[in-house]
Protein backbone atom coordinates (compact mmCIF):
# COMPACT_ATOMS: atom_id res chain seq x y z
CA UNK A 1 0.00 0.00 0.00
CA UNK A 2 1.30 3.48 -0.91
CA UNK A 3 1.96 6.20 1.15
CA UNK A 4 -0.65 8.58 -0.08
CA UNK A 5 -3.31 5.39 0.03
CA UNK A 6 -2.42 4.92 3.45
CA UNK A 7 -2.80 8.64 4.56
CA UNK A 8 -6.42 8.71 2.63
CA UNK A 9 -7.13 5.25 4.73
CA UNK A 10 -6.16 7.22 7.68
CA UNK A 11 -8.33 9.78 6.98
CA UNK A 12 -11.43 8.32 6.33
CA UNK A 13 -11.08 5.96 9.35
CA UNK A 14 -10.98 9.03 11.40
CA UNK A 15 -14.05 10.92 9.70
CA UNK A 16 -15.75 7.87 10.17
CA UNK A 17 -14.66 7.51 14.02
CA UNK A 18 -15.84 11.19 14.65
CA UNK A 19 -19.44 10.18 13.28
CA UNK A 20 -19.67 7.38 14.81
CA UNK A 21 -19.11 9.65 18.17
CA UNK A 22 -20.93 12.22 17.45
CA UNK A 23 -24.06 9.41 16.70
CA UNK A 24 -23.64 8.09 20.30
CA UNK A 25 -23.76 11.71 21.67
CA UNK A 26 -26.95 11.82 19.80
CA UNK A 27 -28.23 8.92 21.46
CA UNK A 28 -26.89 9.67 25.09
CA UNK A 29 -28.38 13.12 24.67
CA UNK A 30 -31.83 12.01 23.31
CA UNK A 31 -32.31 8.91 26.10
CA UNK A 32 -30.98 11.20 28.87
CA UNK A 33 -32.94 14.57 28.36
CA UNK A 34 -35.81 12.84 26.03
CA UNK A 35 -36.90 14.02 22.40
CA UNK A 36 -37.79 17.70 23.63
CA UNK A 37 -38.24 21.10 22.34
CA UNK A 38 -35.46 22.19 24.70
CA UNK A 39 -33.52 19.42 23.03
CA UNK A 40 -34.25 20.15 19.90
CA UNK A 41 -33.37 23.78 20.71
CA UNK A 42 -29.72 22.38 21.64
CA UNK A 43 -29.50 20.67 18.49
CA UNK A 44 -29.79 23.97 16.79
CA UNK A 45 -27.54 26.39 18.70
CA UNK A 46 -24.93 22.89 18.45
CA UNK A 47 -25.14 23.41 14.03
CA UNK A 48 -24.70 27.13 14.21
CA UNK A 49 -20.86 27.07 14.82
CA UNK A 50 -20.49 23.93 12.82
CA UNK A 51 -22.20 25.98 9.79
CA UNK A 52 -19.98 28.77 10.30
CA UNK A 53 -16.73 26.70 10.78
CA UNK A 54 -17.80 24.65 7.75
CA UNK A 55 -18.28 28.21 5.57
CA UNK A 56 -15.23 29.25 7.23
CA UNK A 57 -13.16 26.35 6.12
CA UNK A 58 -14.56 26.62 2.12
CA UNK A 59 -13.95 29.82 1.89
CA UNK A 60 -10.46 29.29 2.95
CA UNK A 61 -9.95 26.28 0.85
CA UNK A 62 -11.53 27.54 -2.32
CA UNK A 63 -10.58 31.23 -2.29
CA UNK A 64 -7.75 32.32 0.58
CA UNK A 65 -5.58 29.95 0.01
CA UNK A 66 -4.69 30.53 -3.37
CA UNK A 67 -4.59 33.65 -3.26
CA UNK A 68 -1.63 33.58 -0.28
CA UNK A 69 -0.23 31.44 -2.49
CA UNK A 70 -0.10 33.90 -4.87
CA UNK A 71 0.96 36.73 -3.12
CA UNK A 72 3.85 34.50 -1.34
CA UNK A 73 4.89 33.98 -4.48
CA UNK A 74 5.47 37.88 -5.05
CA UNK A 75 6.75 38.51 -1.52
CA UNK A 76 6.81 37.87 1.65
CA UNK A 77 5.51 40.94 3.05
CA UNK A 78 2.73 40.95 0.38
CA UNK A 79 1.49 37.64 2.34
CA UNK A 80 1.86 39.04 5.52
CA UNK A 81 -0.12 42.04 4.60
CA UNK A 82 -3.12 39.93 2.78
CA UNK A 83 -3.26 37.78 5.93
CA UNK A 84 -3.14 40.81 8.33
CA UNK A 85 -6.28 42.47 6.25
CA UNK A 86 -8.36 39.03 6.07
CA UNK A 87 -7.59 38.40 10.25
CA UNK A 88 -9.09 42.21 10.40
CA UNK A 89 -12.05 42.03 8.07
CA UNK A 90 -12.91 38.56 9.54
CA UNK A 91 -12.62 40.31 13.55
CA UNK A 92 -14.51 42.87 12.76
CA UNK A 93 -17.36 41.17 11.12
CA UNK A 94 -17.52 38.42 14.30
CA UNK A 95 -17.19 41.78 16.63
CA UNK A 96 -20.42 43.47 14.48
CA UNK A 97 -22.24 40.41 14.51
CA UNK A 98 -21.67 39.17 18.25
CA UNK A 99 -22.91 42.92 18.78
CA UNK A 100 -26.06 42.63 17.17
CA UNK A 101 -26.64 39.18 18.35
CA UNK A 102 -26.44 40.45 22.02
CA UNK A 103 -28.55 43.73 21.43
CA UNK A 104 -31.68 41.24 19.96
CA UNK A 105 -30.90 38.56 22.16
CA UNK A 106 -33.01 40.57 24.88
CA UNK A 107 -35.91 40.48 22.71
CA UNK A 108 -35.34 37.09 21.61
CA UNK A 109 -35.57 35.34 24.97
CA UNK A 110 -38.58 37.18 26.69
CA UNK A 111 -40.82 35.02 28.63
Same mark, same amino acid.
Given at each position: MSS /? !??KLL %? %?? $? $??? @?TLVVGFANN? $?? #????? =??? !??????AAQMLPVL??? @?CIDFLGK???????? #???? /??? =????LTSS?? %??? !??? %? @?IVSAALAAVSVYLFEA
Open positions: /S !SR %T %TN $V $VVV @LI $VI #AAVFG =LTR !SVDAFYFMV @LNFLPTLAR #AKRE /SEE =LASEIV %TIV !SLF %T @L
